[in-house]
């Protein structure tokens, strides 16, 4: 089982940025894909961005992309959401999840491992 504990969420105003974090542990992190995710309340689980074991390929939701960025240091068992231009709609809590395989493309339903979610707020 995967432990994963986020960090970097936060107040921000409009236009600005945020790198949040997530720091894996328990397992071999370069044979977990990654994910960022993020859910509204009363809404379904949207995904934010995904990344394989690598690093090489990486897939983003379409409102964000342009403006965020995925990436992981396996040596660190770390993964991390760089986010740029940030916008209102933005605020939500933002979770990081795993799930064991290669691939950049597996549904949130697959993600087997969660982490507590770190809340994310843009001020306008």
């Known amino acids: 089982q995967v432990q994963l504990v986020e960090s970097g969420g936060g107040l921000v105003q409009a236009g600005g940025s945020l790198r949040l974090s997530c720091a894996a542990s328990?397992?071999?992190?370069?044979?977990?894909?990654m994910g960022w995710f993020r859910q509204a309340p009363g809404k379904e689980r949207e995904v934010v961005a995904r990344?394989?074991?690598?690093?090489?390929?990486?897939n983003y939701g379409n409102s964000v992309k342009g403006r965020f960025t995925i990436s992981r240091d396996n040596a660190k068992n770390t993964v991390y959401l760089q986010m740029n231009v940030l916008k209102p709609e933005d605020t939500v809590v933002y979770y990081c999840?795993?799930?064991?395989?290669?691939?950049?493309?597996?549904?949130?339903?697959?993600?087997?491992?969660w982490g507590q979610g770190t809340q994310v707020t843009v001020s306008s």
């Open positions: 990344i394989n074991w690598s690093g090489t390929r990486t």
């Open positions: 999840a795993a799930t064991y395989g290669y691939l950049s493309d597996y549904l949130p339903s697959d993600f087997r491992s």
């Open positions: 328990g397992v071999t992190f370069s044979m977990y894909a």
